[in-house]
């Protein structure tokens, strides 16, 4: 786990949330680091919308501390918020009002805006504006969160789920703010179950599970979390490997096999050295193995 | 499994299923209607029995008031008040089918159009399930509603020592308002896009109807329109007074075609919209968007005029029949015995006004109440996170909604003092602007107790708080009307806050329990607030 830092975006201690009986989150500490993308993950139910809930003082901790910029999440939320902007993963919006208006009045709250940005956005994001809010898709009405809190220009960024409802087009727009958010210095906390999507933007990732941290760092420190897989196709037919520590085999075909290793692929090279070899393809684990891997094994201690 | 086959072989039995769903989500409010209802039956043969002993002052009550249309205008039109039956059936009948209306109205758009707002109607129909089936599902949960309504007033009878055929007869008056506004909510169902939308529709149509049996109770020329409205009907149907079961038809007749009518709508138009097609755009009000207050201000703009426009337009006829109130006949003891009853002032116009006033304190508590309902269904629908992860701090955001329900309790008090006087001046009584204006900022005291209370109960029990600020606020009434008539300890009567509301202008203004309601309205206002800030927000 991190070491928090009192002024960072993020910082969270020991920071626990129950719901009666409930254990929502359990002792998280959480270092957000001032200019990153990080990737907040988990499957539904993990604490990650309660975290969130936390982080903006809409909901008191049980028992630790939470904190953005140095500042009380819940006791000093209102100045902590003029420097936070925020998306929820359902977009409640109030269903009278015109698209316009929303943004103008989310703007007018959060105090500062960049017109130009939003306006820019607005077409980007291919937003009818004079449409009420109740007659908008659930896609338009994200994007509806989306600009408006884009265009506060934000020293961060609380990102709860945030491309629910958009199409693949709007995604990789989104993906693109993101980037822009990144390189103007911005921090922005992604909450999302698309992995591909914190796998493209995030600089480090935590993994969270029934309300605890269990993984975190950059992607390369938790590529030791899943195995490498190496796919082989010999000349002829698959020999027999010699079985070795930390690799499994399984065939894909008459003349090939893949080899899944966990740990140092040098020993199963020098086994490999005796065999004529067509092609030798190895890759690294994506976030989704990595994630999956995680779980599996959850499951797997579960089942005994 | 078995359950799934079972259904698949009598398709009717889904429509059980869901039937028995709906009546399960409108439980509480019927479960409270029918309490309500029992009570409100039982404490007035009670009362009447215990006020009016003998024939000789049952007769002296009738001369006073078989004339009153003051009275009428409440309760509508008393056949026979001799009796404890016939009494009954004009104060419980009268009062009772015109909740009643508001029930079936309610139930209606709630298993119809609310379903269809929150997509649930959507979940549903995308299953092997009829639409015909899914409507009469919803009709049925309704038409259950009725039954617990009637079998509560019916109960209330009974505990009252009143013979079980003319109990059921007139608890059967009472319900058959239900399925006739339920037909009505039912269609503007089908006609509006939005729950809110179907709501104001029928509440209209109940206000209508309920200005027309008014109107023909008060004035003779104009009696006929009380054939022409379902709660005129009911009123006709004389429980314990000469039984007219033939006008039962006519609410049987229009409840099936509205139903009928609705039901043929709903299975043939889209799903999740109404026929009367959205406005999907909308101008901007840039200047209403500066702060939480103002922008509610400009999304309840719609319900704070239907409030203006109920009161005015109450004020207003109240100020018109205040003249014909007259004392001739009242017996001395008759008025000790109003006295008792709360009702010891009414024989002029100003003292008639200052009664009547206790009605608008009753509505203002009302309106205080959906001030704080809908602040919290701000925040079920979580709108308010959204808000509040703005730098909106959670205290100004309440105060602010506190300031909307105080001014406008202020307003509306203002604005039936207003127009009561004007109503009673076209009709040449003698009562100044003055004094209707006092008697209209009498009203605020317990509005503002109400307010703080609602505001606390919202800030510790939000997911019960609407439910519970509505039931004390109308127990608080019902204590008052009847609290007296118990021989209960003083202490318990005084309990309710309109005990101490002085009748004004008939009575001078009582400042000593005006301002403690008000300090205390202020006190739990900001308590409220600071209970609010150190909570949880909590959805749906």
Known sequence: ?304 | MGETLRARERPWSLGVVMARRATRDGAVRTLVFAVVFGLYAWLQAFGYRGAYPSLADRLAFAGAFAHNDALRLFYGYPYDVVTVGGYCAWRVGGTLSIAAAVFGVMSAVRALRAEEDAGRAELVLAGAVRRSHYFLAAVLSVLLGALALGAGELGGYLAGGLALGPSMYAALATALVVPVFAGLGALASQLAPTRRGALALSLGGVGTFWLARMVADTWAPAAWLRTITPLGWAESMRPFAGSRADFALPSLALSGLTLLGAGVVARTRDVGVGLAAPRDRARSHRGWLGGPTRQYVLVARGSLAAWATGFGVFAFVLGMVSTSISSAGVSPELRRQLQSLGLGSVFTPGGYLAFVFVVFIVALTYFVSAQMAAARQEEADQALETLLAQPVDRRRWLLGRQLVAALGSLGLAGEVGLLAWLGAATRGANVSLGQMLEAGANTLPTAILFLGLASLLYALVPRASSAVSYALASVAFLWYVVGSLLHVPRWLVDATPYVHVGYVPAEAFRPVPAFVMLGAGLLTGVAATLCLARRDLLSA
């Open chain 1, 1 to 304: 786990m991190s070491t928090p830092d009192a002024d960072a975006p993020i910082a969270t201690t020991g920071l626990t949330k129950r719901y009666g009986a409930t254990v929502a989150l359990d002792s998280l500490d959480l270092s957000v680091r001032a200019g990153e993308v990080y990737g907040y993950l988990g499957p539904n139910g993990a604490g990650k919308t309660t975290t969130i809930r936390l982080l903006l003082g809409l909901h008191r901790a049980s028992a630790g501390q939470a904190r953005l910029f140095g500042l009380d999440a819940f006791a000093d939320a209102l100045s902590a918020h003029r420097r936070v902007a925020y998306v929820a993963g359902e977009p409640y919006l109030w269903p009278s009002l015109s698209a316009e208006d929303t943004l103008r009045y989310l703007g007018r709250l959060h105090g500062s805006i960049d017109v130009a940005y939003r306006d820019q956005l607005v077409r980007r994001f291919e937003l009818d504006v004079a449409k009420k809010v109740r007659s908008l898709s659930k896609g338009n009405r994200q994007k509806v969160q989306l600009v408006a809190a884009l265009a506060t220009r934000a020293d961060l960024l609380l990102l709860d789920e945030p491309t629910a409802g958009l199409d693949p087009l709007m995604e990789m727009e989104f993906r693109a703010c993101v980037q822009e958010a990144r390189e103007r210095g911005q921090t922005v906390f992604l909450s999302s179950h698309i992995l591909s999507e914190v796998e493209a933007l995030c600089d480090r990732v935590g993994i969270l599970r029934r309300g605890r941290l269990v993984e975190e760092g950059t992607l390369a420190e938790m590529r030791h979390l899943a195995a490498v897989s190496v796919e082989v196709t010999f000349a002829g037919p698959a020999p027999m490997i010699p079985a070795l520590a930390g690799v499994t085999a399984s065939s894909v075909g008459p003349n090939a096999a893949r080899f899944e290793v966990h740990g140092p692929v040098g020993p199963l090279i020098a086994a490999l050295g005796g065999h004529e070899i067509v092609s030798l393809t190895s890759r690294e684990p994506s976030l989704e193995e990595i994630f999956l891997n995680q779980y599996d094994d959850e499951t797997r201690r579960r089942d005994g």
